[in-house]
């Protein structure tokens, strides 16, 4: 795909100091865009001003929150892109606190998309959505038209944030698409807890050379690089037949929990894991096995993954192990 055409445009992106949002920001900043980025910095959610460090004189950041609507209506004004990536993704802080997860997951994303809808109706938005959405599975790999059934609150306001953005593009032409997201890994990732995703903790751990656990172990699931996870955000920009619809995405393999585990052991050269039984508020929730059917994705866009899971692990280990201070 021809992304030549994001050279001279504007690009806003919320969750833009985010794990995601920032190395986006990076690609689009190569390609030539002139990029926004918009984040609350919220301790809990992600936001590091490290994540911009190397191309910060680039990029133009506002910090401010999504669910402020006065910012949003500044902020959309001129835009061309919009990649919508805000957003309160722990499944346990949801379960504490779901009125948080509500407003943040819920009513901001009304905002953004009210203010799309009436100061800059031209704009292309990709919204960053879940595969948590479909809760335990029904069959395996899972598709987009396996039915959704969220297994939390997160689950459930992440799902009408996304059908949000497909009813504002069916109903009043702003022109919206949203990816399903997978277990996404790598560079700038939140690692100082689990909130993001159990692999960040699994690499805190391993560089401080402690163990770490693997609940249960035998559950499959499948990962995402953030390199291949931007590009498919990019084509779905680009295309204008995404609109209006959802993708999956996966990764180049299905593996165990044990088996991922091992994987980054191996890449790291050294390091030990303990199988554990799941915590009872965390069974709770658990989805089981999950790995995603992405063939619409591949078949529509041109989409692959270009990087497999061990040297992804490389990457994400060698860039933690010169960095880990910043993101502790």
């Keep these: 795909m021809d992304f030549s055409q994001f050279d001279a445009s504007n690009v806003l992106i919320t969750g833009g100091l985010g794990f995601i949002g920032s190395n986006l920001a990076e690609r689009l900043i190569a390609l030539g865009a002139n990029v926004t980025l918009v984040d609350s910095l ?10 911009i460090d190397s191309f910060a004189e680039r990029a133009r950041v506002n910090i401010s929150d999504v669910r402020d609507e006065h910012s949003m209506r500044y902020l959309v004004q ?27 997951n819920c009513r901001s994303q009304l905002s ?38 969220p297994v939390d609150v997160n689950g459930i306001n992440k799902m009408a944030g996304e059908w949000y953005h ?28 689990a909130r993001q995703t159990f692999l960040g903790i699994w690499i805190r751990l391993i560089l401080e050379g402690k163990a770490f656990e693997v609940w249960g172990g035998e559950q499959l699931r499948d990962y995402s690089y953030v390199d291949d996870t931007v590009d498919a955000l990019l084509r779905l920009a680009l295309a204008s037949e995404a609109n ?28 030990n894991y303990s199988i554990k039984e799941f915590p009872a508020d965390r069974k709770r929730i658990d989805i089981g096995d999950y790995y995603s059917n992405d063939s619409q994705l591949r078949q529509a866009l041109g ?10 692990f490389k990457r994400t ?11 502790l």
């Design 42 to 51: 919220i301790p809990e959610y992600g936001g590091n001003l490290f994540n």
């Design 78 to 104: 001129g835009q061309d892109y919009l990649f919508n990536l805000a957003g309160q993704t722990s499944h346990m802080d949801s379960m504490k606190d779901p009125y948080v997860d509500l407003d943040i």
């Design 112 to 149: 953004i998309l009210e203010a799309c809808r009436k100061y800059n109706s031209d704009i292309q938005v990709v919204f960053a959505s879940t595969r948590q959405i479909y809760g335990k599975p029904d069959y395996l790999p899972v598709d987009e038209k396996h039915m959704l059934r």
């Design 166 to 193: 497909i009813l504002y593009n069916n109903v009043y032409g702003v022109r919206a698409c949203a990816l399903r997201l997978t277990n996404t890994y790598g560079p700038r990732m939140r690692v100082k807890d």
């Design 244 to 271: 209006g619809k959802v993708f999956n995405i996966g990764g180049d393999r299905v593996v165990s929990l044990k088996e991922t585990a091992e994987l980054m052991v191996a890449a790291n050269g050294d390091g």
């Design 303 to 312: 989409w692959k993954p270009a990087i497999e899971l061990p040297e992804g």
């Design 317 to 327: 280990l060698d860039f933690y192990r010169e960095n880990l201070a910043a993101y």
